[in-house]
């Protein structure tokens, strides 16, 4: 038995439509789960609690054609650098316009600053903030003081590169939370201040008058903005107005507020912290990444989306006091160098970009575009490639993003997480903290569906999101294998991938890691797994 759902004519263009709806009933929130308090490894179709059909007004209205220009890559010829003999340079920007760089690890060489900043212009970014240059030791006393691998040679380095590629930077200073988790600590504050002092003073004196040299950056993250760090930071800013008026950037996050704080009150916050402390621009992470805020899902027991916050800072800061910090990771456990730390999906991505629009945010930002959509850094993530050419493709900056005809079920879904159409093609990720979100879809054991592509087209990356909740018995499955067929009747196999992580709570891309070259008709998805699978997209891409 097979179930088969055809794909609407233009998912990205539905998927657009809905962003300009924000607001509309097409966000309104969807009918609510059925609670359920069950085993699952013990239950099955039948004995299941059901769960209510989607609303189809949210799931399968078609929406005009076209791209929402927010979301759009944009082709830019810059007035000057360009070859006079090989023509101007035409140069895209994407929607995610910068990324942090991290020179922690020293992974990063001088050698490899030219090749990382050629990826960022392949993702159409301008703009690196560099996340520390200093780190502090010793705890909260005073402690001592010390530059990261190769610094601060390396920040020159860094800047002229930068320049030749007309990319923004904002140098990092000292971050001191490492040694001194609190940080507004008495002894820690004017110890952080004066070494900031000092190093503003040493780093405007030999690239004061650099082109490329565009702000700093203060490491230290404020959290939700409480005022008992506004005089720790107050003192840091001050040490870097006596020595530089350039802008100041700060990255507050959402996480652990969005179910204590409303958006009111966190726009509240910003502007006493900005009033406060003097702090020119704060990139407030999303979060979603670290504690899986949510993404316009109507959970219940959230205070707010993520653009409901954005909104809210917007109107307090105004739009250019706010940029985005787009989070590139999975929510998993653990995080931050564990299972949780991989790339996202390209369709989480688009969601939380959507959550974070243009006319919020005078920029988006992202973390950690070297470890989750680069190579040149050697810790990158496994699906790092992935994730550069699913995104490059689906924003227009290279590639395709293929949107399929259809697809078929083999293995029929469960009848109380089913799919009611197209769900895992219609740009929406399911709810990592609630398995009974209308986007997941369900199978007992192996999970295994065909993908149509109307045509035969190159394949190089497949990806599906899954879920993985222990209490719940749902696992991220042992395997994936992806076949290619060029008549819907003969399956080659192309990859097999086993499950790259243990299992443990979260959000997963189960995809290939290498590119496949292949050229398919229908792809063959199948999963293995000897509890339930849940999935809730499929992304197919090219970089051809």
Request: charged content about 20%; some cysteine.
């Amino acid at each position: 038995m097979s179930i088969v759902f055809d794909a609407p004519a233009s998912p990205l263009a539905r998927v657009r439509c809905y962003d300009r709806a924000v607001g509309s009933a097409a966000r309104a929130p969807s009918v609510r789960r059925v609670a359920v308090a069950i085993a699952l490894l013990s239950c099955d179709e039948t004995s299941s609690a059901p769960r209510p059909a989607s609303d189809a007004s949210t799931q399968d209205a078609a929406g005009p054609e076209g791209r929402d220009a927010s979301l759009s890559a944009d082709a830019t010829t810059p007035d000057s650098g360009a070859d006079a003999d090989a023509g101007p340079v035409v140069r895209l920007r994407g929607p995610l316009q910068g990324t942090f760089l991290s020179f922690d690890s020293g992974a990063v060489t001088s050698e490899l600053v030219p090749e990382y900043l050629d990826e960022l212009l392949a993702l159409g970014m301008d703009t690196v903030v560099v996340a520390s240059s200093r780190v502090k030791s010793g705890g909260c006393a005073a402690g001592s003081f010390a530059w990261h691998p190769e610094l601060p040679d390396k920040l020159g380095l860094l800047l002229d590169d930068a320049r030749e590629r007309e990319i923004s930077v904002y140098l990092g200073l000292v971050g001191t939370a490492g040694a001194c988790p609190s940080f507004e600590n008495a002894t820690n504050a004017p110890a952080a201040a004066a070494d900031t002092g000092t190093t503003v003073a040493e780093l405007e004196k030999a690239y004061g008058a650099h082109p490329a040299l565009a702000g700093w950056y203060i490491p230290d993250e404020p959290g939700q903005c409480p005022s008992f760090v506004h005089g720790y930071f107050a003192g840091v800013v001050a040490a870097i107005r006596a020595r530089s008026d350039r802008p100041i950037v700060v990255a507050p996050y959402l996480a652990g507020g969005t179910s204590t704080l409303t958006p009111f009150e966190v726009g509240e916050r910003a502007v006493a912290f900005r009033d406060a402390t003097g702090v020119t621009i704060q990139a407030w992470q999303d979060s979603v990444g670290a504690d899986a805020v949510d993404l316009g899902y109507a959970r219940q027991g959230s205070l707010g989306a993520v653009e409901d916050y954005f909104r809210e800072i917007s109107n307090a800061l105004g739009r250019e006091g706010l940029w985005a910090d787009v989070e590139l990771f999975n929510w998993g456990s653990p995080l931050f160098g564990g299972p949780g730390y991989g790339s996202v999906s390209a369709v989480r991505l688009e969601a939380q970009l959507r959550q974070a629009s243009d006319d919020l945010a005078a920029r988006r930002v992202s973390w950690l575009a070297q470890l989750h959509m680069g190579t040149v850094d050697s810790n990158h993530d496994a699906g790092s490639s992935r994730l550069a050419a699913s995104y490059r493709a689906l924003f227009g900056l290279g590639g395709q993003y293929l949107a399929p005809a259809g697809y078929a079920w083999e293995t029929p879904p469960a009848a109380s997480y089913p799919d009611a159409g197209g769900e895992l093609t219609n740009h929406r990720t399911g709810d990592p903290r609630d398995f009974l979100h209308e986007e997941w879809v369900g199978v007992l054991g192996d999970a295994a569906f065909s993908v149509d592509l109307g045509a035969e087209r190159p394949i190089d990356w497949v990806g599906v999101h899954a879920l993985d909740d222990g209490a719940s018995a749902i696992a991220i499955p042992d395997r994936l294998d992806l076949s290619c067929s060029t008549d819907g009747a003969t399956w080659n196999l192309l990859a097999s991938v086993p499950r790259p992580v243990a299992s443990s709570d979260g959000e997963y891309l189960l995809a290939n890691t290498a590119p496949l070259g292949a050229a398919c008709r229908s792809v063959r998805v199948q999963l293995s797994n000897d509890v339930w699978t849940f999935v809730s997209e499929v992304e197919i891409a090219s970089e051809r």
